[in-house]
């Protein structure tokens, strides 16, 4: 539990400040935090072997699943905010791995594909990558994987409907 800092007026036995909400460690976002950072840090050290980052190789995993993408659509896909990947797709394309475009509907939209390079980096990726997933696969469980997997889906899918607010009432 979190102290706050001692109140210069009183006699130090102040006690910390309770609010009717369920513990920091307890809460959903924290929970789906702690494990994304678990899970990353299995990936960490093999993207860092072939010199990319976490977002690097979000980007271009998006990419090797489509032709091209506006770079606004690419943001949305790869929850990433605009000027951060603007920074990011600069230094994939400075490397090679992506190509810009115009877009030919309109001239003022750029249009993002993986190139040739990208995906040779991928493919030597691709195995570590794997072998990663094989080993959480292994320690946590392959129906104890799927099942979180498709647990989270749900989860997804309910928060986006359109009456997720009427849903979501206590315990947040």
């Known amino acids: 539990m979190l102290k706050?800092?001692?109140?210069?007026?009183?006699?130090?036995?102040?006690?910390?400040?309770?609010?009717?909400?369920?513990?920091?460690s307890r809460s959903l976002p924290m929970s789906l935090l702690r494990a994304r950072e678990?899970?990353?840090?299995?990936?960490?050290?093999?993207?860092?072997?072939?010199?990319?980052?976490?977002?690097?190789?979000?980007?271009?995993?998006?990419?090797?699943?489509?032709?091209?993408?506006?770079?606004?659509?690419?943001?949305?896909?790869?929850?990433?905010?605009?000027?951060?990947?603007?920074?990011i797709l600069r230094d994939l394309e400075a490397r090679n791995l992506i190509e810009r475009k115009t877009a030919k509907a309109d001239q003022r939209r750029s249009m993002v594909s993986i190139s040739e390079k990208g995906v040779k980096l991928m493919a030597s990726v691709a195995p570590s990558s794997e072998a990663i997933y094989a080993e959480i696969t292994r320690r946590f469980g392959a129906r104890?994987?799927?099942?979180?997997?498709?647990?989270?889906?749900?989860?997804?899918?309910?928060?986006?409907s359109s009456d997720a607010g009427d849903e979501i009432t206590d315990n947040m």
């Open 4 to 24: 706050r800092p001692a109140d210069p007026a009183d006699d130090g036995a102040a006690a910390p400040r309770q609010v009717p909400m369920r513990d920091f």
């Open 38 to 87: 678990a899970v990353m840090r299995q990936f960490r050290p093999s993207l860092r072997a072939h010199g990319l980052t976490e977002q690097q190789w979000r980007i271009l995993r998006a990419l090797a699943a489509i032709d091209a993408v506006e770079v606004t659509e690419l943001a949305r896909t790869a929850f990433l905010l605009g000027p951060s990947l603007s920074r």
């Open 144 to 160: 104890k994987l799927a099942e979180l997997q498709e647990m989270l889906g749900q989860l997804e899918l309910c928060l986006a």
